[in-house]
């Protein structure tokens, strides 16, 4: 297809990115495998020993996994919902943020699920979530969510890639590439060429998969609430679960894609394609949604406060008292609500560094708070516990569970630094004009 | 390895001991130097169940003290016997149930009886190496039931007549009974009167099974002179419940879904997965286009 | 192993060979024997000894450790594991005026399902339910509740509700994901954490199965079943007849009948002469299980406390 200069210029910015693989990123990826192999090793001995290494027991019966799990599930549904929205709202800076978005939709979806599957006791019978389904099962209505989701999320990143893979295909003479890379481009680029036709084709799929996105991320991430909000405990039974989960997934995504943008603006040097206005915009983003994020939040515990019931109570006992989860319930509210606010409501704050930093902070507030969803709810039977054993009474999650944590994320970071050695970062597809 | 030989040892016994080869002295033999386990001593009783038709059930009960409890002793030989002033006969012999009851049944017409029309009876248990031998006797009258069922307006009865041969009994307790799973439940009490009589009133509310058929029985309990005496007799007097398996209906509890989740499931799916397929389509078109001969 | 230990266990055998139960018992053992990790070594060498019974009325003497209780029970298919006994729908109704948590009913229990000693399907707690009422010993088993909240959320139909009322666990069909337990308000079910804590092999007479509740698989949920292999025959669950104080009444709600094995009552006279109610009936859960008040107390709450070991005082200190 035909290529313009601007586009040219942008892939030879990116050529040694894609074509090489530097000793730093060598070592950075041997890192990340090191830490990786520590999570192998870790499940291993769950696997030999069973679930007694972690420090899940039957009252705790769900803890860092299933974190993790809805941690990365729900970034995953804020990078495609903000994809959607961007691409179909025609926001005109959305051009070096929708790849970002994109990626980090798919990367974040094949690491959550990881993460269930480690939780489940026996990952042998996995097959039977699908042979011996009930439609009833909140799990059902997940897997099936997150597998639909999945799929499309795919889908929908491959439909903003075809240009640039054909792009790529056609520079050999600017990225240098070896063969097999060629071929992989060529076989990636469908064949296409540009032609008017195949222009309307491609843009009536895009618009299509952004409409149907929307609305897909609002019923998945509603859907994983649900696993919690479809049970009789305090703390999880509540209507407002739903849209509480799908502001949050959207706000911990938004604030991921943050992180990313500000990383790759670093590593790479793309000052000029993600500039401070990006920051800015992604910024005001960020404030709207903490400001929704904060509602809720405080519509849920005021609510359960002010009603007072007797086991509402327990709960919330114990997220106010600073000998139990006090002080990390108040930092997790100041990350995830004060500070992103408070950075975008002084000019002088919105900085693409402070930014970055608030969004740093949230995201792991985010974290915490869906640890404070889990945990003490699952320490609060509506029976006493009356038990002696230590572990029984209090989570307190294992190494295994931890060095499994960190490998999940040592293979978010993994599949990013991967996958960007693949395709470039910013849409080039979509510079064919004056690069502004 | 010791352990080993000893783990196969065991296995070998095992599967000997389970098809019942291998005899208890066998075993017994092979002990060498251990100390052998005391004897205990073991305590028998003997009661007797008269029911209709002169059938009597003799149920001798052989118990132990064990770790202070008097425990039933199941798998033990009982043998009964019939007697009188001079003679003793054998009955027959029967096992211990895991209760530590053995059941003997036999006819009260064949029994000798004595002057007063007495019948005697004699349990014995001879004994082994872990338990010492021990018996127990019993004597009782012949009697029995006549039940007959009284059904007026919508209120039901039960008419009962005790007799000892062609004596009636009077002033005898007695107690009406409906069978049900674990333990017969109590329905009604009355005592006989001069004629060995007694009405009892029947209750209307009881549950019976799929036709309303009830098991109704009538007991003299534990009396000394005539031991435990029933008869029973069966009555559609219940109310009937159906013992069909109900087919599973749609529920969030089982295993059939309710019909709107299955359909706003179906439509769900219908809606993405359509969105999917144009989209794959449209990629083929595009992917058709693009071929170099058609271009 | 002490060389101590091996002796008892062949003098073990020797003795009780014969009695199928037991040797398999302790073959079982024998064959977990390389790998009881720290689940094993708390019972394994105190030494204790009991006089028990083998099936063919033999009294041998063996490592408390060695004791497993076994009932014989017929063969169901998986069909009628799965649709229940015909024509019963079972009903519990627990007396609180009775129990002094003499906790019969939970070693019963561990007995009949092979718990190890830490897994208490049936439970007691000492309940206080505002700062001026009484405290009460509620024993809980299972509630087999008629809207059961587990059912509903699991995912591959491995938990379900039979039609006699009786919610079960088909532990080859559980993928162990726990919703389940986070599901129950009561906190019944209990989850098979450790990797080796193996199938016992002392089933000669007991048929695996949801009815049974056995063999237990690692990564799996477990909880309270009513022993229906055992109600199946016409015999009461363990709980109920090894309770000293007949706290357990059990039956057929079809029959309106329950028995605690002492005394058998009319069901739906019971729960209307001493005020029946169900736990937590604001739930919504329907338990086919009943308490009767602890009204007219056969023990001062206190005797049950006062007679307890010192750890398992421990878990109710805070209360009394």
């Keep these: 297809m035909e290529i313009s200069k601007n586009q040219t210029a942008i892939l030879q910015d990116f050529a040694p990115h894609l074509r090489k693989f530097s000793t730093r990123s060598g070592i950075w990826v041997g890192f990340l495998l090191a830490v990786i192999v520590v999570g192998m090793y870790a499940l291993y001995l769950q696997i030999v020993k069973g679930h007694i290494v972690t420090g899940m027991r039957d009252n705790v019966v769900w803890g860092l996994y299933i974190v993790n799990f809805i941690f990365f599930i729900g970034i995953s549904y804020g990078g495609a919902i903000l994809a959607g929205l961007l691409h179909l709202f025609k926001v005109p800076w959305r051009r070096p943020i929708m790849r970002i978005a994109g990626l980090t939709a798919v990367v974040s979806a094949m690491i959550g699920p990881i993460f269930i599957i480690l939780c489940i006791g026996r990952f042998d019978r996995l097959h039977y979530l699908f042979i011996h389904a009930r439609l009833q099962s909140p799990i059902v209505w997940d897997v099936v969510a997150i597998s639909t989701y999945f799929v499309g999320a795919v889908l929908f990143v491959y439909l903003f890639l075809i240009k640039d893979f054909a792009i790529y295909r056609d520079s050999e003479a600017v990225l240098g590439l070896p063969a097999w890379r060629q071929k992989l481009y060529r076989f990636l680029a469908l064949n296409y060429k540009d032609t008017a036709s195949q222009r309307r084709q491609l843009a009536m799929s895009r618009n299509l998969m952004a409409l149907i996105m929307i609305p897909m991320v609002v019923v998945v991430s509603s859907v994983l609430s649900w696993i919690f909000g479809m049970t009789l405990r305090p703390g999880w039974h509540s209507t407002i679960f739903g849209p509480y989960f799908v502001l949050a997934a959207i706000y911990s995504g938004t604030g991921v894609i943050v992180l990313v943008m500000w990383t790759f603006r670093k590593i790479y040097h793309l000052q000029d394609y993600l500039t401070d206005k990006h920051f800015k915009y992604m910024g005001f983003i960020l404030l709207a949604l903490g400001s929704g994020y904060g509602y809720f939040t405080f519509s849920e515990y005021l609510t359960g406060w002010f009603g007072s019931e007797r086991w509402d109570s327990e709960v919330l006992d114990k997220l106010f008292d600073p000998s139990e989860y006090g002080w990390w319930f108040l930092v997790s509210n100041i990350f995830t609500i004060v500070i992103p606010i408070l950075v975008m409501a002084f000019k002088k704050l919105r900085t693409p560094n402070l930014i970055t930093l608030a969004a740093m902070l949230m995201v792991f507030g985010m974290w915490v708070k869906r640890y404070l969803i889990v945990v003490p709810t699952l320490e609060t039977p509506l029976l006493p516990v009356q038990d002696t054993r230590p572990e029984y009474i209090h989570y307190s999650a294992t190494w295994v569970e931890w060095a499994l944590t960190f490998a999940g994320f040592a293979t978010f970071l993994l599949f990013f630094t991967l996958v960007a050695k693949l395709v470039t970062i910013v849409t080039v597809s979509d510079y064919n004009e004056e690069h502004q | 390895m010791a352990l080993s030989k000893i783990i196969k040892l065991s296995w070998l016994l095992l599967l000997l001991g389970a098809l019942g080869l291998l005899p208890n002295t066998l075993i017994a033999q092979d002990e060498e130097g251990e100390e052998e386990v005391e004897q205990v001593r073991s305590r028998a009783s003997l009661s007797c169940v008269q029911k209709n038709d002169g059938v009597l059930d003799l149920k001798a009960l052989i118990r132990a003290k064990i770790d202070d409890r008097y425990t039933g002793l199941p798998g033990l030989e009982v043998e009964f016997f019939t007697t009188t002033d001079t003679s003793e006969t054998s009955l027959g012999k029967a096992t211990t149930d895991e209760k530590g009851i053995a059941t003997f049944t036999t006819n009260a017409k064949e029994m000798p009886r004595d002057t007063g029309n007495r019948m005697a009876f004699y349990a014995s248990f001879e004994g082994n190496e872990e338990y010492s031998g021990s018996d127990a006797d019993i004597t009782l009258k012949p009697a029995s039931f006549a039940l007959e069922a009284l059904e007026e307006d919508s209120s039901y009865s039960i008419q009962l007549t005790l007799m000892s041969g062609d004596e009636p009994v009077a002033e005898e307790d007695v107690s009406l009974f409906v069978k049900r799973l674990f333990f017969p439940l109590k329905v009604g009490e009355g005592s006989t009167d001069e004629d060995g009589m007694a009405t009892i009133d029947f209750p209307t509310d009881l549950p019976g099974d799929a036709e309303g058929n009830l098991n109704i029985f009538a007991r003299l309990e534990d009396s ?72 | 192993m002490s060389e101590s230990s091996k002796t008892d266990r062949r003098n073990f055998l020797k003795k009780g060979a014969i009695g199928v139960t037991l040797a398999a018992a302790a073959c079982g053992n024998l064959l977990c024997s390389c790998s009881s990790g720290e689940g094993g070594a708390t019972a394994a060498d105190t030494g204790d000894t009991v006089k028990l019974l083998t099936p063919d009325g033999q009294l041998v003497e063996v490592e408390k450790q060695h004791l497993k209780h076994v009932h014989v029970t017929e063969k169901v298919t998986q069909e009628q594991a799965r649709q229940g006994i015909p024509g019963k729908k079972f009903v519990m109704v627990i007396d609180l005026a009775r129990c002094n948590n003499a906790r019969k009913c939970i070693s019963a229990c561990q007995k009949m399902h092979h718990l190890p000693d830490d897994k208490e399907w049936v439970t007691i707690k000492l309940m206080k339910d505002s700062p001026e009422e009484a405290p ?28 006699d009322g009786l919610v079960l666990i088909d532990s080859d069909r559980c993928i162990g994901c726990k919703f389940c337990m986070t599901a129950c308000p009561y906190s019944t079910r209990t989850f098979n954490w450790v990797e080796s804590e193996a199938a016992p092999q002392d089933m000669a007479t007991h048929h695996p199965g949801p009815e049974a509740s056995i063999p237990a698989r690692p990564g799996t949920v477990e909880k309270c079943d009513f022993c229906p292999d055992m109600v199946r025959m016409g015999k009461l669950p363990d709980c109920v007849s090894a309770c000293p104080n007949g706290v357990f009444y059990f039956g057929d709600e079809n029959e309106d009948v329950v028995t605690n094995g002492e005394e058998t009552l009319r069901f739906s006279q019971l729960i209307k002469d001493r005020a029946g109610y169900r736990y937590m009936e604001d739930l919504g859960t329907k338990p086919r299980v009943y308490y009767l008040p602890p009204r007219d107390r056969l023990f001062p709450v206190k005797r049950g406390y006062d007679a307890l070991p010192d750890e398992v005082k421990e878990r109710y200190k805070d209360v009394l």
Excluded at chain 3, 140 to 162: E, G, I, L, S
Aim: charged share 20%; hydrophobic share 40%; proline share 10%.
């Design chain 2, 224 to 295: 000394d002179d005539y031991g435990t005496v029933e008869a029973s007799v069966t009555k559609a007097w219940g109310i009937p419940v159906s013992d069909r398996l109900e087919d599973q209906p749609r529920a969030l509890w089982s295993p059939n879904p309710p019909l709107w989740m299955l359909l706003t499931f179906l439509v769900l799916m219908v809606t993405v997965w359509g969105h999917y397929i144009v989209i794959v389509y449209k990629l083929f078109q595009v992917k058709k286009e693009g071929q170099p001969s058609g271009g």
């Design chain 3, 136 to 163: 009460y010993w509620f024993p809980k088993t299972c509630f087999h509740c008629d809207n059961p909240p587990c059912v509903k959320v699991c995912p591959v139909n491995a938990t379900y509700k039979r039609n």
